[in-house]
């Protein structure tokens, strides 16, 4: 990786998860990744997996891996409490599904109790079976997630706070703990679509694509670049936002004959295909490899050498 590209900050998943997912291998895994160096640990929101999905995942079946979650903002806390420095990130907390002012506080909490590592990445939900189970109205994506991050900085902010839209509201009241980073945790959107990377060029801190062995590179180069053209046009600097990029690796110990997939391969073979996308302006990456129900100490030994090669 060049120097102009460097250094981008790289993280791990952790697993909260799926068959691997226990108290045991989350401690491990938070304590052995800021032992080697890693910047971050990352955990998803799932609130179920139906067994007659009325929409599929990610255009197939839902992985098996999604029938057992443990929940995010707790995992992050488990996981805070045996770590120092390491930051601390939801890709992402499916908004929509809480109130703002709970979801506020919990990130206000872990904040508090982290002194100030949290990455507070939001997403607005898909899923029509959770958001059925939520008891909330698809209908509220968009207007409705614009509304929740903006009530979601009030209950940051100084009291008293108090707030008056469409879908929320909070009446003039003291809300604490206030979180230890001034105006709360960094706001990073899940997004990919046009309109999602524009919503967080004007109203959040960076946006989050998933980029997967699906993923073209033209693409992702185009979606980066979307997201600049809009911070600027909503008169911001892009360069001083997160640009996060949720990686879904498949890294074996032999190399894959070519042609083969983005971030399919060896070591060497997935750190080429990231330095693209630090080329490309991306900032901050991390690696999960839950879905794929790999063992703890394989992905600490094949991301740790993955790290190694983005150095």
Do not use: C
Not at 154 to 163: I, N, R, S, Y
């Amino acid at each position: 990786m060049s120097p102009k590209a460097r250094r981008v900050a790289f993280g791990i998943g952790l697993p909260h998860y799926g068959r691997h997912a226990s108290p045991e291998a989350i401690a491990r895994v938070a304590t052995e990744a800021e032992r080697l160096g890693f910047d971050s640990l990352w955990v998803q929101d799932r609130l179920l997996r139906p067994t007659n999905p009325r929409d599929q995942y990610g255009g197939g079946p839902w992985p098996e891996s999604h029938a057992t979650v443990y929940d995010p903002i707790e995992s992050l806390t488990y996981a805070a409490a045996k770590t120092r420095r390491i930051k601390l990130g939801t890709s992402v907390v499916d908004a929509l599904f809480y109130a703002p002012v709970i979801l506020a506080r919990r990130f206000a909490t872990l904040d508090r109790l982290s002194r100030g590592r949290v990455l507070a990445g939001l997403g607005q939900g898909w899923s029509r079976d959770e958001f059925e189970t939520s008891n909330v109205s698809i209908k509220r994506r968009g207007r409705g997630f614009e509304e929740f991050v903006a009530a979601l900085r009030a209950v940051w902010g100084p009291d008293p706070v108090t707030f008056s839209g469409e879908f929320y509201r909070i009446p003039e009241s003291r809300i604490g703990p206030k979180p230890v980073q001034p105006g709360g945790p960094p706001v990073i959107l899940g997004a990919y679509a046009r309109q999602a990377v524009e919503r967080a060029a004007r109203i959040a801190d960076g946006f989050m694509p998933v980029v997967g062995t699906w993923t073209k590179l033209e693409s992702l180069r185009e979606t980066i670049d979307l997201f600049r053209d809009a911070a600027r046009a909503a008169g911001r600097n892009p360069h001083k936002m997160h640009v996060v990029l949720r990686i879904n690796a498949v890294i074996s110990e032999k190399p894959a004959k070519e042609p083969r997939a983005l971030l399919a391969g060896s070591v060497q073979q997935v750190a080429d295909d990231l330095s693209e996308f630090a080329e490309m302006g991306a900032n901050h990456m991390f690696v999960d490899m839950n879905s794929f129900q790999v063992p703890v100490r394989t992905q600490l030994r094949l991301l740790r050498r993955l790290m190694s090669k983005l150095d």
